[in-house]
């Protein structure tokens, strides 16, 4: 069954893509950065919800910000140098 998004659920979403782009666009003009940089979005929304990170105050864009960002460094072959 599909949920009905409110209108804050709707800010908040539209906010998280214009992040992939930011965080993309540092390291270029790329259909594929901008592709893991979706792939990380996705992989830290898992994250944010099965850790329930609403419950403990956690900024949705900053937490999420660190898997878009790993997940292109990824692709990119660029180790990390936070974990």
Known sequence: MLKTLDDNE????????DLVHA?????GDSEDILLAGF???EWG???YAENK???RDFKVSTY???FI??????HLGIESTDS
Do not use: H, N, Q
Request: aromatic letters at 12%; a negative charge.
């Open 10 to 17: 709707i800010e908040t979403f539209i906010m998280l893509l």
């Open 45 to 47: 929304l898992k994250v």
């Open 39 to 41: 792939d990380g979005l």
């Open 69 to 74: 960002k790993t997940r292109i460094e990824e």
């Open 23 to 27: 965080v993309a666009d540092k390291y």
């Open 64 to 66: 999420i910000s660190w």
């Open 53 to 55: 990170c609403w419950d």
